[in-house]
């Protein structure tokens, strides 16, 4: 069975560039999920669907950074423009329901914003 | 507010040894659940161990068990006979039924096994 798939793994941008992370779930899994993570941290939920639905939105900074899950699979987060800030892995992870505490991860996209 | 803490960025033992990691939470929920998750370097997060706060009975997976104390609001980590594959970060968290199901995550403890 396939795991979770994130592209591209490593992206390197200038600032005030844009920049899309790609996602794709598990097969059957409903809920997926966006975090980011700065070296040496834990992750930081940045966006969470259920189905298509976006159902907690309160971290993800909506002046620039976006995201869609079109019918219910897989999911694109875009940052635009980057800040230097925005340097970091940002992950995908999804579950077979909100109740499911156990998360599947992707490898992660590292971004550089230089 | 949940919070997990945990106290130790940095963990080194030697191949074959027995280590702790640990980990302290703080949530006002009755029901909740914990866990640890193992970041080896450059590869995906994976799910280590789980606990249900209402269980008694701690965890065991192989190698790895906890000591779940949940008076003390305490979820340790044990990894026995540990091996060069064990080197990663790990994570504690807490997921709680109230909070919208949101995993609180620890800073991490990074965790090298030397030969």
């Known amino acids: 069975e396939a795991g979770v798939v994130q592209s591209p793994r490593y992206k390197i941008i200038e600032k005030k560039q844009p920049v899309a992370f790609w996602c794709n779930p598990i097969?059957?899994?409903?809920?997926l999920y966006w975090y980011l993570q700065n070296l040496g941290q834990g992750p930081e939920l940045l966006i969470r669907?259920?189905?298509?639905?976006?159902?907690?939105d309160s971290q993800l900074p909506k002046d620039r950074f976006s995201a869609e899950r079109l019918k219910g699979v897989d999911s694109t987060l875009k940052i635009q423009p980057a800040e230097l800030g925005d340097s970091a892995v940002y992950l995908c992870?999804?579950?077979?329901?909100?109740?499911?505490?156990?998360?599947?991860f992707g490898e992660g996209s590292r971004l550089t914003v230089l | 507010a949940q919070t997990v803490t945990q106290s130790q960025p940095e963990m080194s033992v030697q191949e074959a040894e027995t280590v702790t990691l640990s980990c302290t939470y703080d949530?006002?929920?009755?029901?909740?659940?914990l866990f640890w998750y193992k970041q080896p370097p450059s590869r995906q997060m994976i799910l280590v161990i789980r606990?249900?706060?209402?269980k008694q009975q701690n965890a065991t997976e192989n190698r790895f068990s906890v000591n779940f104390q949940k008076a003390a609001k305490s979820f340790s980590l044990k990894i026995s006979d540990s091996q060069l594959g064990d080197t990663a970060m790990y994570f504690c968290?807490?997921?709680?039924?109230?909070?919208?199901?949101?995993?609180?995550w620890g800073a991490g403890t990074k965790l090298i096994i030397k030969p």
């Open positions: 992870a999804s579950s077979l329901t909100a109740t499911d505490g156990e998360l599947f």
């Open positions: 097969s059957g899994h409903n809920t």
């Open positions: 669907y259920e189905n298509e639905e976006a159902v907690d």
């Open positions: 949530t006002s929920e009755s029901n909740y659940y």
């Open positions: 606990q249900e706060a209402y």
């Open positions: 968290a807490s997921r709680g039924w109230d909070s919208n199901y949101q995993l609180i």
